[in-house]
């Protein structure tokens, strides 16, 4: 199937494709990532956008069980909703964890849901970046939600928060030394904490969670895109199916509220800033790694490592070879 064939399909819905188009984006060969471009490129004019919902959580908290009990409520209603899965660990093993065919059964078998596992990449870099193209095509083909998920380990939080428009962190319930635990810069991405389990012997102790996580919310700055009471912490279970329907209120009423305030296309928009970046970053990175520029890299590093030049004079030597200086 040629660029243009696999975009109409994208376009009108077709599964296979957007399988196809997602591996195609996931490919490393020059000549896919060119067609990659032209795809994406295509897939943008029919100007299609889809709720992008960034969940991150540590492993056992319940992402699976949550997404299964949250996507197949929506999916019932008729909502069309695609999971993504960006996993750093599949950096390291090659494999994908999330990917793991046991995970979400019913969600996977439903008409309204697509899931698709996390890319095998070799740096969480080169994964977030095609999460994030991943994401455009699934609203090309007309998902009404995208949730990426991603295991909360830190680095991939950061990327994810770069690609969505609503973050959520799933936590479990936890007593305050935990709590404690959390790094402020992780909360301050969060635009709402679901404390997952609030059910049955842990449900006393899921409810003081929530507590302890408004009380830290409150102290973090109010953002200016935010409506009163954001960012803001409630008890979810991904067991009982307690507090989904209003987890779904709260998300999709903080949605309309950006949209209608303009902050959505703002957010957007410094998001598109951002991966321009990376890929200008990316691009030059891949530059140093072919020849000539290979060649003069290499041997000025070696010259900083035998103490021949500064680190400064180097790296000048080096944007002067590149005719960048
Ligand atoms: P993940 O690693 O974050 O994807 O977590 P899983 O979805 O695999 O869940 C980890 C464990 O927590 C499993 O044993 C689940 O059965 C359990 N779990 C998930 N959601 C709930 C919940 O709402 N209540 C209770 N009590 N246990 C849950």
């Not at 999916?75 to 046991?102: E, F």
């Not at 389990?197 to 302890?212: I, N």
Request: aromatic fraction near 4%; include cysteine; charged fraction near 25%.
């Amino acid at each position: 199937m040629d660029v243009d064939g696999m975009a109409a399909a994208i376009l009108a819905g077709d599964r296979r494709a957007l399988a196809r188009g997602i591996t195609l984006i996931e490919s490393a060969r020059p000549d896919h990532r060119e067609q990659a471009v032209t795809l994406i490129s295509a897939l943008r004019g029919a100007g299609r956008q889809a709720l992008r919902l960034g969940l991150s959580g540590t492993p056992g908290v319940g992402k699976s069980t949550f997404i299964e009990a949250f996507g197949m409520k929506l999916a019932d209603q008729g909502k069309r909703i695609a999971v993504l899965a960006v996993d750093p660990s599949s950096a390291r093993s090659g494999g994908s964890i999330l990917g793991d065919k046991t995970r979400m059964e019913q969600l996977s078998r439903h008409p309204n849901a697509y899931i698709r596992p996390s890319p095998s990449q070799a740096h969480m870099g080169g994964v977030a970046r095609r999460s994030r193209e991943a994401v455009a095509l699934c609203e090309a083909a007309g998902f009404d939600l995208v949730l990426i998920e991603t295991v909360g380990v830190g680095q991939s939080e950061t990327m994810v928060a770069e690609i969505c428009d609503i973050f959520i962190l799933l936590m479990a319930p936890a007593g305050g030394d935990e709590l404690q635990g959390v790094k402020r810069g992780i909360m301050e991405m969060a635009d709402m904490i679901l404390v997952n389990k609030a059910d049955g012997e842990l449900l006393t102790t899921a409810t003081r969670t929530v507590a302890d996580y408004a009380g830290a919310l409150r102290l973090l700055r109010k953002r200016a895109q935010d409506p009163q009471g954001f960012p803001k912490a409630m008890p979810v279970s991904a067991y009982s199916g307690a507090g989904l329907d209003r987890a779904w209120d709260e998300i999709s009423g903080l949605a309309d509220w950006r949209r209608e305030h303009g902050h959505w296309a703002l957010r957007r928009a410094d998001q598109a800033a951002h991966w321009f970046r990376e890929e200008v970053r990316h691009g030059l990175l891949s530059v140093l790694e072919r020849e000539p520029a290979r060649g003069i890299f290499q041997r000025l590093a070696v010259n900083v490592a035998a103490g021949e030049a500064s680190p400064e004079a180097a790296a000048r030597q080096m944007l002067a070879s590149l005719g960048r200086g």
